[in-house]
């Protein structure tokens, strides 16, 4: 994955000044990206720079805000994820951060998805807090492609599948192979309304699930014949979008039974990096 490439660097200053001493003590907090991109399932930093005149800086405070509040950290909508403290003693006058939101295990995907700014408060002793909201600049991550392959042989339960929530314990007798969706699994077919190559982005196959109905079960794969297939499915399993398109199906005969092998791409539609 690329690393997050600086879009625009912009220096904003946040600046608030009281008497004291004879000074006008200031503090200013310079972020070297403003707004700020986060890419979606890569690595990500912010930088910056704050500097305090006439004064000391005691903390350092970074707090994410939402859209909309988030369920796993409190049903907030707002949330401090890191806070630095010096001592007066120790005269920090200047300082330089970085955050790797990667050090954050909490932040995933469809968190990330909401957030709207990041806030930076600087606390000194005599000039109080000082705070800049930076905006945040959403990139959808690409989709990655990859292979899967299914296999059944006779009347034992189909291997592969778990991954995506679909089970394949039986065929029918005619036909077709019967694949099934798992507890707590949203089966959906989408052949014919679009084509797989043509998802680029999470929002793209999460959008084609979400608004395509459930299936109970799916079997327009030959359990009987060898097959090439331009089938498009999707499935919404343990908080992960998948998209399938099953390309082939091959039956063979063995000793153990008919051995089917079903197999094509797929690309998942949430990064939980």
């Not at 001493?21 to 990206?33: A, K, Q, S």
């Not at 700020?36 to 800086?57: F, H, K, P, Q, R």
């Not at 007066?88 to 957030?115: M, P």
């Amino acid at each position: 994955m690329k690393k997050l490439s600086s879009l625009l660097l912009v220096a904003a200053a946040a600046v608030f000044s009281f008497t004291s001493c004879n000074h006008d003590p200031l503090v200013t907090i310079v972020p070297n990206e403003n707004p700020l991109t986060y890419t979606i399932g890569e690595s990500n930093s912010m930088t910056g720079t704050i500097t305090a005149d006439y004064d000391v800086i005691l903390s350092e405070t970074f707090t994410l805000l939402f859209t909309e509040p988030i369920e796993t950290i409190g049903n907030v909508d707002t949330y401090d994820f890191k806070t630095v403290t010096y001592t007066e003693a120790e005269g920090i006058v200047s300082d330089l951060y970085k955050i790797d939101f990667d050090d954050y295990k909490w932040l995933t995907a469809s968190v990330a998805r909401l957030i709207k700014s990041v806030k930076i408060t600087v606390a000194g002793k005599e000039y109080g807090s000082t705070f800049i909201e930076i905006p945040v600049t959403l990139v959808d991550e690409s989709l990655a492609k990859n292979t899967f392959t299914w296999e059944r042989t006779g009347s034992t339960q189909g291997t592969g599948l778990s991954q995506f929530g679909l089970e394949w314990k039986q065929n029918v007798k005619d036909i077709n192979c019967i694949i099934t969706p798992m507890a707590g699994t949203k089966l959906v077919d989408i052949t014919g309304t679009a084509n797989f190559n043509d998802f680029a982005t999470y929002t793209q196959v999460k959008n084609a699930i979400d608004n395509a109905p459930s299936l109970d079960e799916y079997k327009k794969i030959s359990a009987t014949r060898s097959n090439t297939y331009d089938e498009v499915i999707g499935t919404y399993y343990n908080g992960v979008y998948y998209l399938l398109n099953i390309t082939k199906g091959t039956v063979e005969s063995t000793d153990a039974g008919t051995h089917i092998t079903i197999t094509g791409d797929y690309v998942s539609g949430y990064l939980t990096k």
